[in-house]
């Protein structure tokens, strides 16, 4: 959020009036129509509170560059900004604050659509957040500008704000909604109309390409040693209709190819990152004990959109260990589960402590640049995601992934830490109803 603190009103109420039309009511008064835009709140850190309320409110993560990050639901939007160490303790709940904002809008002769608060969605996604300030949008700055009352605190060439008396700021902007461009390679539901940064994993933003008819196919190859057991893996993806071979690929999480490598039997697992051969193949030296596999890669084509395929391989005449469950740093992982039902952003949080002196953790590694990974696949294989933790950084000792469940069933999840240069990885399973 741009603006800076003003001092003197403590409930900033940010009126960005939209689609202004007007109107003359029966006392023959002329009103300019405008419309509620969002709720904006100041929070300590606004990429898990934008986590937060995508999970209440099922929307699309937004970046408005120069007013913060958010979720659009809608028409209407949640935003967030980063609250100053200095900021004053906020009291007003999003409800009251609009009815105290209509009031004096409606005061200045303009016309607030919706007129109760009750017909707002987002304003109830948060009961508990005080709310920093409202937005509405118009098309007609200067002629309310000329309309409304107060003393102008700051000018903008798209914004006013005024002190509407009260302890009420009201900030008058144009219509701020572009189409959204770009998004986040890794987080393809955070989107912006312009280029920046992504505020879950701090990656660039890149153009959203054109949409492509068809799916990205995957070639694989498996390479024997002499005795015929399956000693490594050669991929080649394939653009939809063209078939033609794609050599390059966005750098997501430090890697251009993720690869996941499980079990038909849900005991294999295995995390690897093949790499391209002179051929514009990718190959990786890998064996594998005799047994039915799937492979799940997760990848992002320069031009194209993230992808995650599925191709099942029957591995022949090797025989060795089962790699999963893996701890060299001698870490024990607990998971607490809320809201795991179809369709929901469901809440999974990884408590992780010292195995052998039962203290938490707090020195834990980036690992491919987030504090942790995560696969999720459905008993069956049918399903499968690849997440990573609401937390940009942190040591530990717990760390939070809020995914979305597809279906009904029973699940099992890897999760892999990094500790003293050494990956772990830890397996549960869970049921969705």
């Known amino acids: 959020?741009?603006?800076?603190?003003?001092?003197?009103?403590?409930?900033?109420?940010?009126?960005?009036?939209?689609?202004?039309?007007?109107?003359?009511?029966?006392?023959?008064?002329?009103?300019?129509?405008?419309?509620?835009?969002?709720?904006?709140?100041?929070?300590?850190?606004?990429?898990?509170?934008?986590?937060?309320?995508?999970?209440?409110?099922?929307?699309?993560?937004?970046?408005?560059?120069?007013?913060?990050?958010?979720?659009?639901?809608?028409?209407?939007?949640?935003?967030?900004?980063?609250?100053?160490?200095?900021?004053?303790?906020?009291?007003?709940?999003?409800?009251?604050?609009?009815?105290?904002?209509?009031?004096?809008?409606?005061?200045?002769g303009l016309k607030v659509e919706p007129a109760l608060p009750s017909h707002v969605r987002v304003l109830t996604a948060l009961p508990d957040q005080p709310v920093h300030h409202l937005a509405f949008v118009t098309d007609d700055l200067d002629a309310i500008v000329q309309r409304a009352g107060g003393t102008v605190l700051w000018r903008h060439e798209d914004s006013v704000l005024f002190d509407a008396g009260d302890d009420l700021a009201i900030e008058i902007m144009r219509d701020i909604d572009r189409e959204e461009t770009f998004w986040c390679p890794m987080h393809p539901d955070v989107r912006s109309a312009d280029a920046g940064i992504c505020p879950v994993c701090r990656m660039n933003l890149v153009p959203i390409p054109p949409p492509?008819?068809?799916?990205?196919?995957?070639?694989?190859?498996?390479?024997?040693?002499?005795?015929?057991?399956?000693?490594?893996?050669?991929?080649?993806?394939?653009?939809?209709?063209?078939?033609?071979?794609?050599?390059?690929?966005?750098?997501?999480?430090?890697?251009?190819?993720?690869?996941?490598?499980?079990?038909?039997?849900?005991?294999?697992?295995?995390?690897?990152?093949?790499?391209?051969?002179?051929?514009?193949?990718?190959?990786?030296?890998?064996?594998?004990?005799?047994?039915?596999?799937?492979?799940?890669?997760?990848?992002?084509?320069?031009?194209?959109?993230?992808?995650?395929?599925?191709?099942?391989?029957?591995?022949?005449?090797?025989?060795?260990?089962?790699?999963?469950?893996?701890?060299?740093?001698?870490?024990?992982?607990?998971?607490?589960?809320?809201?795991?039902?179809?369709?929901?952003?469901?809440?999974?949080?990884?408590?992780?402590?010292?195995?052998?002196?039962?203290?938490?953790?707090t020195d834990l590694e980036p690992y491919l640049g987030a504090p942790a990974h995560m696969l999720i696949v459905r008993s069956d294989l049918s399903d499968a995601i690849h997440a990573h933790p609401q937390e940009q950084a942190t040591p530990g000792p717990t760390v939070s992934f809020h995914p979305i469940m597809p279906a009904p069933g029973d699940y099992k999840l890897w999760i892999q830490f990094q500790r003293a240069g050494k990956v772990s990885t830890t397996a549960f399973e869970f049921r969705v109803r």
Do not use: C
């Not at 309320?53 to 993560?61: I, K």
């Not at 937004?62 to 659009?72: E, N």
């Not at 890998?286 to 799940?296: A, F, N, Q, V, W």
């Open 1 to 108: 959020m741009r603006w800076r603190r003003l001092g003197a009103p403590a409930l900033v109420v940010s009126v960005a009036l939209a689609a202004a039309m007007w109107q003359s009511d029966a006392d023959g008064q002329t009103r300019s129509t405008v419309r509620f835009h969002h709720a904006h709140y100041r929070v300590p850190d606004p990429a898990a509170a934008m986590a937060d309320a995508a999970r209440r409110v099922e929307g699309v993560r937004v970046i408005l560059p120069g007013f913060g990050v958010g979720v659009r639901a809608g028409s209407e939007f949640l935003l967030f900004d980063r609250a100053a160490p200095e900021a004053p303790v906020l009291r007003h709940r999003a409800p009251a604050a609009y009815e105290r904002a209509a009031g004096r809008l409606q005061s200045w």
């Open 212 to 361: 492509r008819i068809g799916e990205y196919t995957l070639d694989v190859a498996q390479i024997r040693d002499s005795g015929g057991a399956t000693r490594g893996l050669e991929l080649a993806v394939r653009e939809p209709g063209t078939e033609t071979l794609v050599t390059n690929f966005a750098v997501v999480h430090e890697r251009p190819f993720h690869l996941f490598v499980v079990g038909r039997d849900l005991r294999y697992f295995a995390h690897v990152h093949p790499e391209g051969a002179a051929d514009g193949t990718l190959r990786i030296d890998h064996r594998l004990p005799s047994g039915e596999y799937m492979l799940i890669a997760d990848f992002m084509p320069i031009g194209g959109t993230s992808q995650m395929v599925q191709r099942a391989i029957i591995a022949t005449g090797g025989a060795g260990r089962t790699p999963q469950g893996e701890d060299p740093n001698g870490l024990a992982v607990r998971m607490y589960t809320e809201d795991l039902a179809v369709g929901k952003h469901a809440r999974l949080t990884f408590a992780v402590s010292d195995a052998t002196t039962g203290m938490p953790v």
